[in-house]
Protein backbone atom coordinates (compact mmCIF):
# COMPACT_ATOMS: atom_id res chain seq x y z
CA UNK A 1 0.00 0.00 0.00
CA UNK A 2 0.81 3.79 -1.06
CA UNK A 3 0.78 5.48 2.41
CA UNK A 4 0.88 9.16 2.95
CA UNK A 5 1.04 11.16 5.99
CA UNK A 6 -1.75 13.68 6.94
CA UNK A 7 -2.74 16.10 9.71
CA UNK A 8 -5.24 14.11 11.24
CA UNK A 9 -4.57 10.56 9.40
CA UNK A 10 -2.75 8.52 7.16
CA UNK A 11 -4.18 7.83 3.81
CA UNK A 12 -3.71 4.50 1.98
CA UNK A 13 -3.89 3.88 -1.68
CA UNK A 14 -4.22 0.86 -2.86
CA UNK A 15 -1.47 0.23 -5.47
CA UNK A 16 -1.81 -1.18 -8.41
CA UNK A 17 -0.96 -4.92 -9.82
CA UNK A 18 -0.27 -4.33 -13.52
CA UNK A 19 3.19 -5.03 -14.41
CA UNK A 20 5.10 -3.69 -17.55
CA UNK A 21 6.70 -6.51 -19.82
CA UNK A 22 10.02 -5.41 -17.94
CA UNK A 23 8.52 -6.86 -14.26
CA UNK A 24 7.97 -3.16 -13.33
CA UNK A 25 4.74 -1.72 -11.68
CA UNK A 26 2.47 0.29 -13.26
CA UNK A 27 2.39 3.96 -11.30
CA UNK A 28 -0.22 6.59 -11.41
CA UNK A 29 0.39 9.89 -12.25
CA UNK A 30 2.26 12.43 -9.75
CA UNK A 31 -0.67 14.53 -9.60
CA UNK A 32 -3.11 11.83 -8.96
CA UNK A 33 -1.59 10.69 -6.00
CA UNK A 34 -1.35 14.19 -4.84
CA UNK A 35 -5.03 14.49 -5.36
CA UNK A 36 -5.64 11.28 -2.86
CA UNK A 37 -4.19 12.72 -0.08
CA UNK A 38 -6.68 15.65 -0.77
CA UNK A 39 -10.01 13.71 -0.95
CA UNK A 40 -9.29 10.47 1.17
CA UNK A 41 -9.22 12.33 4.50
CA UNK A 42 -12.73 13.79 3.45
CA UNK A 43 -15.80 12.95 5.09
CA UNK A 44 -17.89 10.16 3.38
CA UNK A 45 -20.65 13.02 2.59
CA UNK A 46 -18.68 15.73 1.41
CA UNK A 47 -16.50 12.96 -0.60
CA UNK A 48 -19.72 11.88 -2.71
CA UNK A 49 -20.67 15.33 -3.10
CA UNK A 50 -16.84 16.25 -4.65
CA UNK A 51 -17.51 13.23 -7.50
CA UNK A 52 -21.12 14.31 -8.02
CA UNK A 53 -18.93 17.78 -9.61
CA UNK A 54 -18.58 17.59 -13.61
CA UNK A 55 -17.03 20.68 -14.26
CA UNK A 56 -12.79 20.32 -15.05
CA UNK A 57 -12.38 23.54 -14.59
CA UNK A 58 -14.53 23.92 -10.66
CA UNK A 59 -11.55 23.71 -7.73
CA UNK A 60 -13.54 20.44 -6.29
CA UNK A 61 -13.72 18.36 -9.39
CA UNK A 62 -12.01 15.19 -8.77
CA UNK A 63 -10.12 13.80 -11.60
CA UNK A 64 -11.99 10.13 -12.92
CA UNK A 65 -8.88 8.33 -12.38
CA UNK A 66 -9.49 8.63 -9.07
CA UNK A 67 -13.07 8.69 -9.01
CA UNK A 68 -12.67 5.02 -10.44
CA UNK A 69 -10.39 4.06 -8.08
CA UNK A 70 -12.71 5.35 -5.21
CA UNK A 71 -15.82 2.90 -7.40
CA UNK A 72 -12.53 -0.03 -7.19
CA UNK A 73 -12.00 -0.16 -3.72
CA UNK A 74 -15.53 1.17 -2.16
CA UNK A 75 -17.58 -1.46 -0.43
CA UNK A 76 -21.02 -1.93 -2.96
CA UNK A 77 -23.00 -1.86 0.39
CA UNK A 78 -21.85 1.42 1.73
CA UNK A 79 -24.26 4.34 1.81
CA UNK A 80 -22.09 6.70 -0.63
CA UNK A 81 -20.88 3.84 -3.04
CA UNK A 82 -24.72 4.41 -5.36
CA UNK A 83 -23.58 7.91 -5.62
CA UNK A 84 -19.69 7.61 -6.75
CA UNK A 85 -21.23 4.62 -9.02
CA UNK A 86 -23.28 7.19 -10.30
CA UNK A 87 -20.69 10.20 -10.92
CA UNK A 88 -18.41 8.04 -12.47
CA UNK A 89 -21.26 6.43 -15.01
CA UNK A 90 -22.60 9.75 -15.97
CA UNK A 91 -18.90 11.21 -16.86
CA UNK A 92 -18.06 8.05 -19.18
CA UNK A 93 -21.53 8.86 -20.79
CA UNK A 94 -21.33 12.08 -21.42
CA UNK A 95 -18.20 11.51 -23.15
CA UNK A 96 -19.50 8.71 -25.57
CA UNK A 97 -22.18 10.24 -28.54
CA UNK A 98 -25.41 8.40 -28.35
CA UNK A 99 -26.18 5.18 -30.26
CA UNK A 100 -24.71 1.66 -30.94
CA UNK A 101 -21.26 2.47 -30.09
CA UNK A 102 -22.11 4.62 -26.92
CA UNK A 103 -24.03 1.18 -25.66
CA UNK A 104 -21.31 -1.26 -26.43
CA UNK A 105 -18.41 0.78 -24.55
CA UNK A 106 -20.23 1.58 -21.33
CA UNK A 107 -21.51 -2.24 -21.46
CA UNK A 108 -17.60 -3.33 -21.69
CA UNK A 109 -16.57 -1.01 -19.27
CA UNK A 110 -18.82 -2.00 -16.74
CA UNK A 111 -17.73 -5.49 -17.72
CA UNK A 112 -15.00 -4.43 -16.59
CA UNK A 113 -15.97 -3.56 -12.92
CA UNK A 114 -18.11 -6.98 -11.93
CA UNK A 115 -15.29 -8.91 -12.97
CA UNK A 116 -12.47 -6.41 -11.04
CA UNK A 117 -14.93 -6.99 -8.25
CA UNK A 118 -14.77 -11.05 -8.00
CA UNK A 119 -11.35 -11.55 -9.67
CA UNK A 120 -9.18 -8.26 -10.15
CA UNK A 121 -9.29 -6.74 -13.54
CA UNK A 122 -5.79 -5.70 -14.52
CA UNK A 123 -7.31 -3.81 -17.78
CA UNK A 124 -8.56 -1.21 -15.19
CA UNK A 125 -5.18 -0.10 -13.89
CA UNK A 126 -4.67 1.84 -16.69
CA UNK A 127 -7.80 3.73 -16.66
CA UNK A 128 -6.35 4.73 -13.18
CA UNK A 129 -3.35 5.91 -15.15
CA UNK A 130 -4.76 7.80 -18.21
CA UNK A 131 -8.81 6.99 -18.05
CA UNK A 132 -9.59 9.21 -20.97
CA UNK A 133 -6.86 7.70 -23.52
CA UNK A 134 -7.97 4.10 -21.64
CA UNK A 135 -11.63 4.64 -22.73
CA UNK A 136 -11.22 5.80 -26.44
CA UNK A 137 -9.19 2.29 -26.81
CA UNK A 138 -12.54 0.88 -25.65
CA UNK A 139 -13.71 2.89 -27.76
CA UNK A 140 -12.27 2.15 -30.63
CA UNK A 141 -12.40 -1.58 -29.69
CA UNK A 142 -16.60 -1.56 -30.16
CA UNK A 143 -16.42 1.01 -33.46
CA UNK A 144 -14.55 -1.81 -34.93
CA UNK A 145 -17.39 -4.09 -34.07
CA UNK A 146 -19.66 -1.96 -35.04
CA UNK A 147 -18.19 -2.04 -38.33
CA UNK A 148 -18.50 -6.07 -38.49
CA UNK A 149 -22.39 -5.30 -37.80
CA UNK A 150 -25.33 -5.30 -40.66
CA UNK A 151 -26.71 -1.50 -40.91
CA UNK A 152 -23.13 0.28 -39.56
CA UNK A 153 -22.85 3.98 -39.95
CA UNK A 154 -19.55 4.44 -42.18
CA UNK A 155 -16.21 5.71 -40.28
CA UNK A 156 -16.23 8.90 -42.29
CA UNK A 157 -20.09 9.69 -41.76
CA UNK A 158 -21.03 13.16 -40.12
CA UNK A 159 -21.85 11.71 -36.96
CA UNK A 160 -18.65 10.36 -36.65
CA UNK A 161 -17.04 13.92 -36.12
CA UNK A 162 -16.87 14.06 -32.76
CA UNK A 163 -14.46 10.69 -32.44
CA UNK A 164 -12.40 12.43 -35.29
CA UNK A 165 -12.21 15.24 -33.16
CA UNK A 166 -11.65 13.45 -29.95
CA UNK A 167 -9.14 11.34 -31.66
CA UNK A 168 -7.74 14.54 -32.94
CA UNK A 169 -7.15 16.04 -29.62
CA UNK A 170 -6.20 12.74 -27.69
CA UNK A 171 -3.49 12.16 -30.37
CA UNK A 172 -2.29 15.91 -30.01
CA UNK A 173 1.66 15.85 -31.30
CA UNK A 174 2.64 12.61 -30.36
CA UNK A 175 4.78 11.86 -33.31
CA UNK A 176 5.71 7.78 -32.66
CA UNK A 177 8.56 8.68 -35.01
CA UNK A 178 10.28 11.30 -33.37
CA UNK A 179 14.47 11.20 -34.15
CA UNK A 180 15.08 11.41 -30.26
CA UNK A 181 13.25 8.71 -29.53
CA UNK A 182 13.86 6.28 -32.56
CA UNK A 183 17.65 6.95 -31.58
CA UNK A 184 17.23 4.36 -28.83
CA UNK A 185 17.52 1.21 -30.38
CA UNK A 186 14.82 -0.13 -27.21
CA UNK A 187 12.41 1.88 -28.40
CA UNK A 188 12.49 1.07 -31.90
CA UNK A 189 12.20 -2.75 -31.13
CA UNK A 190 8.58 -2.33 -29.10
CA UNK A 191 7.63 0.58 -31.79
CA UNK A 192 8.42 -1.79 -34.92
CA UNK A 193 6.41 -4.96 -32.44
CA UNK A 194 3.52 -2.34 -31.86
CA UNK A 195 3.21 -1.19 -35.62
CA UNK A 196 2.90 -4.85 -35.95
CA UNK A 197 0.00 -5.14 -33.83
CA UNK A 198 -2.08 -2.82 -36.11
CA UNK A 199 -5.07 -3.45 -38.36
CA UNK A 200 -3.97 -4.22 -42.18
CA UNK A 201 -5.19 -0.96 -43.20
CA UNK A 202 -3.85 1.38 -40.23
CA UNK A 203 -0.47 -0.40 -40.69
CA UNK A 204 -1.01 0.64 -44.68
CA UNK A 205 -1.59 3.87 -43.67
CA UNK A 206 1.23 4.60 -42.02
CA UNK A 207 3.84 2.68 -43.74
CA UNK A 208 3.01 4.97 -46.69
CA UNK A 209 3.35 8.12 -44.73
CA UNK A 210 6.63 7.08 -43.25
CA UNK A 211 7.89 7.31 -46.88
CA UNK A 212 6.41 10.66 -47.73
CA UNK A 213 3.78 10.17 -49.55
CA UNK A 214 0.59 12.79 -48.68
CA UNK A 215 -2.27 12.30 -47.12
CA UNK A 216 -3.82 14.07 -49.82
CA UNK A 217 -3.05 16.65 -52.45
CA UNK A 218 -4.93 18.92 -54.92
CA UNK A 219 -2.35 18.27 -57.46
CA UNK A 220 -3.77 15.56 -59.89
CA UNK A 221 0.18 14.13 -60.61
CA UNK A 222 0.77 13.67 -57.10
CA UNK A 223 0.05 10.44 -55.28
CA UNK A 224 -1.74 10.87 -52.26
CA UNK A 225 -2.43 7.85 -49.64
CA UNK A 226 -5.96 8.94 -49.82
CA UNK A 227 -5.95 8.12 -54.26
CA UNK A 228 -4.14 5.05 -53.68
CA UNK A 229 -6.58 3.24 -51.25
CA UNK A 230 -9.14 5.11 -52.84
CA UNK A 231 -10.48 6.73 -49.56
CA UNK A 232 -11.79 10.29 -48.26
CA UNK A 233 -9.04 12.55 -46.73
CA UNK A 234 -10.57 12.58 -43.39
CA UNK A 235 -10.98 8.69 -43.33
CA UNK A 236 -7.05 8.30 -43.83
CA UNK A 237 -6.25 11.21 -41.40
CA UNK A 238 -8.84 9.46 -38.47
CA UNK A 239 -7.25 6.15 -39.42
CA UNK A 240 -3.99 7.46 -38.79
CA UNK A 241 -4.81 8.86 -35.70
CA UNK A 242 -6.21 5.67 -34.50
CA UNK A 243 -2.63 4.10 -34.95
CA UNK A 244 -0.62 6.68 -33.36
CA UNK A 245 -2.96 6.58 -30.21
CA UNK A 246 -2.76 2.55 -30.59
CA UNK A 247 1.18 2.96 -30.58
CA UNK A 248 1.15 5.38 -27.60
CA UNK A 249 -0.82 3.49 -25.76
CA UNK A 250 1.01 0.01 -26.37
CA UNK A 251 4.53 2.31 -25.70
CA UNK A 252 3.40 4.09 -22.61
CA UNK A 253 2.04 0.84 -20.85
CA UNK A 254 5.61 -0.42 -21.85
CA UNK A 255 7.29 2.42 -20.72
CA UNK A 256 9.22 3.41 -23.72
CA UNK A 257 7.89 7.03 -22.93
Known amino acids: MDTFDSAATKVVVR ?14 LPSIEVKFREILTLPPTELANRCAVQDRKDS ?12 RTWKPDDAQFEAIYKSLAQRILRKLPKGQVREKVFEAFVDLLARDRTSYAERLDYFEIRFDSALLSLRRDAQRQACREPNHSPIDDPGNAELRHEMEETVGTFNPF ?5 DRSDYRSHLDAAINTLPIEQKQIVKLWL ?10 GTMSIAKKLGKAEKTIRLH ?9 SILEKRNML
Open 60 to 71: AFIPTECLLYLV
Open 178 to 182: DSAAL
Open 15 to 28: PLRKRTFQGKPYLR
Open 240 to 248: RDQAFATLR
Open 211 to 220: EGMPIDSTDP
